[in-house]
């Protein structure tokens, strides 16, 4: 039988060398490989719990997102998060990650940046809950309804309680009055 591409390459050099920060994280939550590109963003976090590079505000929504996927609850997953970088910088990404399996058990997850969004804004100064701060990023970002539920695994209603909520607390009288109000605060 021929030996495949993928078996005659060393993948992880590959990946070392690619220019799109990439990591593996085992199924306990621990950062087992990151490449370069991943260092110049987190700092060398190799050995650390993945929660300890995401925004305090983000850890329990990035740890659902991970046991669904250890679990097997969820196959591909791309969604954004705030990371705390290797100068304590707030940098807001888009992140791809899959399931590692190893035959039909989970053993960890990869993942990728797909992009680095605009610095996100953490409204710590506006009348808004940590949930409500998120809500208006993502609204910030251009996200409907729909895609705020998938992404925060929320109801559409909830979404949309969590909006009403946000455009009470800041005087606003649409979507984009709120954002205009919470870009102005900044």
């Given at each position: 039988m021929p030996v495949s591409i993928?078996?005659?390459?060393?993948?992880?050099d590959v990946l070392?060398?690619?220019?799109?920060?990439?990591?593996?994280?085992?199924?306990?939550?621990?950062?087992?490989?990151?490449?370069?590109?991943a260092k110049k963003l987190v700092g060398d976090v190799q050995g650390r719990q993945f929660t300890s590079v995401v925004a305090p505000e983000q850890t329990l929504r990035a740890r659902e997102t991970f046991a669904r996927k250890v679990v097997g609850a969820a196959n591909v997953t791309d969604?954004?998060?705030?990371?705390?970088d290797s100068n304590g910088e707030r940098v807001s990404v888009e992140i791809s990650s899959v399931p590692i399996h190893d035959g039909e058990h989970?053993?960890?997850?990869?993942?990728?940046?797909?992009?680095?969004?605009e610095t996100p804004h953490p409204h710590t100064e506006l009348p808004?809950?940590?949930?409500?701060?998120?809500?208006?990023?993502?609204l910030e970002r251009g996200r409907t309804t729909r895609q705020i539920a998938a992404e925060l695994q929320l109801s559409a209603d909830t979404v949309r309680n969590h909006i009403r909520h946000i455009l009470r607390g800041l005087g606003?009288?649409?979507?984009l009055e709120a954002v205009a109000i919470a870009r102005g605060a900044n």
């Open positions: 993928l078996e005659s390459m060393q993948v992880d070392e060398h690619v220019n799109v920060p990439s990591y593996v994280i085992d199924a306990s939550g621990v950062i087992r490989w990151i490449n370069s590109a969604g954004g998060f705030v990371l705390v989970i053993v960890g997850v990869f993942g990728q940046v797909t992009d680095l969004v808004l809950t940590p949930r409500q701060a998120e809500v208006l990023d993502l606003a009288h649409s979507r």
